[in-house]
């Protein structure tokens, strides 16, 4: 989420052979043991997103004093829970001896450490949807892209149409779910590592860079000082309203950055056996979350030292730099490189629902037309792409979507289950001063997550006010 992982999910979708093949594939992770430093530069890539080019905007709502602050707030929760989670889960009890309790992904631990209710409750309710948003997500922030490089070449060649240009950008939507479509059909596509090198170490990189490098240019060069303020965006830019919800939706951005909290079970399956599995994924959670919230910082400030209240949703892709072309072509073309295959694995378990009928053939009736056999899988398939694109056209606010997403994932992936697998595992007896402790943690973080979707949520209804879906409008 940042955005959430594309390591995470291709490994965790490894778990299950494709298409109802006879693979013999277990679920492993099929690499050489990694060291504390490689497993810190799995968990750097994949937390480096597209999220991080809305942190400027998160920066400009909390200002100079309290975005920082939040980001590092943050930072600390998520390595203090994944200590409690390690302990609980990898602890060198001899536990992960037997390969019936191997954990290879994180829902895999849900279903064998939580009731089954709870299990049902978390796959059917939040983590699906939730990958059915960032996968709207990716197809919006592509759309976006591609009408941003569309743009480009339009102002760049002198412009036409009496100085206005018109946005297609809903003809984008339909040329990344034609591709979607394609990839789709590709069943191992999702097994793929040089995929996973690709999508969330090259282009994420990539344009990840050059947003924070033409901001630190924008500041030395044009600016000369910072701007911005302690408190954030100011009243009168914004309402009084408007900027309490802004306030709430940043820490939902600023969440959905550091969603890489179920990654890290994939990771810890490349590793070495109990104890010292445990002890090198602390370090390795220490080590990159450090790295990352350095970098999360240096983006989210300078962006906002760039363009102060007026800093954009999306540093890139929202038009604040217009040049030098040729480096923001680059970095636009990237954005939509690692979303191509981003939205791949993240659709992975998607795509698996029902997979036992992938092979089965449906019979498709067209009025006038005679009727088709075509397999379930690649009706199944179609569909779950053609439906993300249709909620990409009706709901096209990334930076809306990306806080919702945040604030729904942080609390229940990052908290809540950690602490509950901790206190079940250590047998902790209620009332006592450690579970008090815990509950208020998980408390705090609830109502965090809950502000974080309601400012998000006003978002999303302020924009649509002036929005007409499906509509090729003039900007």
Same mark, same amino acid.
């Given at each position: ?16 052979? +494709?298409?109802?093949?006879? %693979? %013999? ?20 890539? #994949? ?132 591709? +979607? ?123 906002? #030292?760039?363009?102060?209240?007026? %800093? ?31 939205? +791949? ?103 965090? %997550? ?26």
């Amino acid at each position: 989420m940042g955005d959430q992982t594309a390591e995470q999910n291709q490994v965790s979708n490894d778990s299950h052979p +494709q298409g109802g093949s006879n %693979s %013999s594939y277990d679920g492993r992770l099929k690499t050489t043991r990694t060291t504390v430093w490689a497993a810190s530069a799995h968990i750097i890539t #994949a937390l480096i997103g597209s999220g991080v080019l809305s942190l400027a905007w998160a920066t400009a709502q909390l200002g100079w004093i309290f975005g920082p602050i939040v980001m590092l707030l943050f930072s600390l929760v998520t390595c203090y829970t994944f200590t409690l989670f390690a302990d609980a889960v990898f602890h060198s009890s001899g536990k992960l001896a037997s390969d019936e309790k191997k954990y290879t992904n994180y829902m895999d631990t849900f279903l064998k450490e939580l009731d089954e209710s709870m299990f049902k409750l978390i796959s059917l309710g939040v983590y699906y949807i939730s990958l059915f948003g960032v996968a709207s997500g990716c197809t919006t922030e592509s759309s976006a892209s591609l009408n941003a490089i569309q743009w480009s070449k339009w102002f760049h060649s002198g412009g036409d149409n009496n100085g206005q240009y018109h946005m297609n950008r809903n003809l984008c939507v339909i040329i990344f779910c034609v591709i +979607q479509i394609f990839f789709s059909q590709i069943y191992d596509f999702g097994k793929l590592r040089w995929v996973s090198v690709l999508v969330t170490g090259v282009t994420s990189f990539t344009y990840s860079l050059i947003g924070l490098c033409l901001s630190v240019a924008k500041v030395a060069a044009e600016t000369g000082n910072f701007r911005g303020s302690l408190t954030g965006i100011s009243i009168g830019t914004v309402t009084e309203t408007q900027k309490i919800w802004r306030t709430f939706h940043a820490v939902g951005v600023i969440a959905y950055a550091y969603s890489y909290f179920i990654i890290l079970i994939e990771i810890q399956d490349s590793m070495e056996s109990p104890p010292l599995e445990v002890k090198k994924m602390k370090n390795a959670s220490v080590i990159s979350v450090g790295v990352i919230t350095l970098f999360y910082m240096l983006c989210g400030c300078f962006g906002y #030292a760039a363009f102060g209240d007026l %800093s954009p949703e999306n540093l890139l892709t929202g038009l604040g730099f217009d040049k030098p072309f040729w480096i923001l072509e680059i970095a636009k073309v990237a954005i939509f490189i690692h979303l191509v295959g981003a939205y +791949q694995i993240y659709c992975r378990p998607l795509f698996e629902i029902g997979k036992d009928r992938f092979n089965k053939e449906i019979e498709i009736s067209i009025p006038g037309f005679r009727s088709y056999k075509l397999k379930f899988g690649l009706v199944w398939r179609t569909t779950v792409v053609t439906l993300t694109s249709v909620m990409s056209m009706l709901l096209p606010f990334f930076n809306d979507g990306v806080g919702l997403l945040g604030a729904l994932g942080f609390w229940p992936f990052t908290v809540y289950f950690p602490v509950e697998m901790y206190i079940r595992e250590k047998k902790i007896t209620k009332w006592k001063t450690e579970w008090i402790c815990l509950q208020i943690l998980s408390f705090a973080c609830f109502i965090i %997550s809950i502000a974080a979707a309601t400012g998000s949520i006003a978002g999303f209804v302020l924009d649509l006010k002036s929005f007409k879906p499906f509509k090729f409008g003039t900007s």
